[in-house]
């Protein structure tokens, strides 16, 4: 019996390859509470520049909640470590007591401030007109207009670890197989999408990326020392090189179908070879059986 299960399960793996898909994620499922919120875009920069660490078991970025200064010391030292040479790449979120400790922030009592966040990220290089309460979403559009704010002559973009990538149109994608990173074809090049690329104006399906124009992209390089695709802005509908919501939707629908009917026909597939290993093991048994009867 422990034979036929390990032949079962080898025919299987033969048949059925691996494939590794890239996560998209864009403002719609990104967070649940964001898609209205006029700092989604931002939101989506901040996460993929490790600005803003993932909650765990949490899909809820809370725009309209004032900002603590734990989460923000959480944040910070999440982004301070995430994005240095020894920490990239590293999981999980840090205790908001590591950012007391670097001198980062003075205290993780009570609700953070623009000044809070001056220090913590911008080394009160900034001037601040209201030193007052934030909630979260002004955080974000607070960040955003600082962006290009240099600290020791480098703005939040190289801070972060990203560097400016591609632009123009998206000729090509082809779908990660074997472990391997997806790749899409910009300008006749190839460049490869991290295992969770942010993706602002854009489908949440990665084949559906093909025909849309990149306003902007970042990339970040991988441990390898490889440039990747991290971060994507897609240009407004105005391009005319978009493609619109229902033919994306349609596109999309398409392509679950295709996989959905690729693991239909795997499965039609497996299950005559799983009967053939089970007679050609049945068999001699079954014989000798009705030999001895």
């Known amino acids: 019996m422990k034979h036929l299960a390990g032949v079962i399960l080898t025919l299987l793996l033969i048949i059925a390859p691996i494939n590794v898909v890239a996560h998209i994620t864009n403002e719609k499922n990104l967070y649940e509470d964001i898609a209205t919120s006029e700092a989604a875009e931002e939101i989506l920069y901040l996460r993929s520049m490790n600005a803003i660490a993932a909650e765990e078991g949490v899909n809820l970025f809370r725009p309209n909640e004032v900002l603590t200064r734990e989460d923000l010391a959480v944040w910070a030292i999440n982004f301070n470590l995430q994005n240095s040479i020894d920490h990239h790449g590293t999981n999980g979120t840090h205790s908001p007591e590591e950012a007391v400790d670097k001198g980062l922030i ?7 401030t623009f000044e809070d966040v001056n220090k913590v990220f911008f080394n009160k290089t900034l001037r601040i007109a209201s030193n007052k309460e934030i909630t979260r979403e002004e955080f974000a559009i607070f960040m955003g207009e600082h962006f290009s704010a240099k600290v020791d002559g480098k ?17 090509n994608v082809i779908p990660s197989e074997n472990e391997e990173l997806s790749k899409v074809f910009i300008n006749g090049r190839e460049y490869s999408l991290s295992h969770h690329p942010k993706i602002v104006n854009g489908p949440a399906d990665e084949e559906s990326l093909r025909g849309h124009d990149i306003a902007v992209s970042y990339t970040r390089k991988n441990e390898k020392g490889e440039d990747i695709l991290e971060l994507i802005k897609i240009a407004g509908k105005e391009s005319g090189n978009v493609i619109n919501t229902d033919e994306e939707e349609s596109v999309s629908a398409a392509n679950e179908n295709k996989k959905e009917g690729s693991g239909g026909l795997l499965t039609l597939l497996s299950i005559p070879l799983i009967a053939i290993v089970i007679w050609f093991i049945s068999n001699p048994i079954i014989r000798k059986f009705k030999r001895n009867n």
């Open 155 to 171: 703005d939040f973009f190289v801070r972060s670890g990203l560097s400016k990538g591609p632009n123009g149109i998206i000729e």
């Open 106 to 112: 003075d205290t993780i009592q009570g609700n953070a």
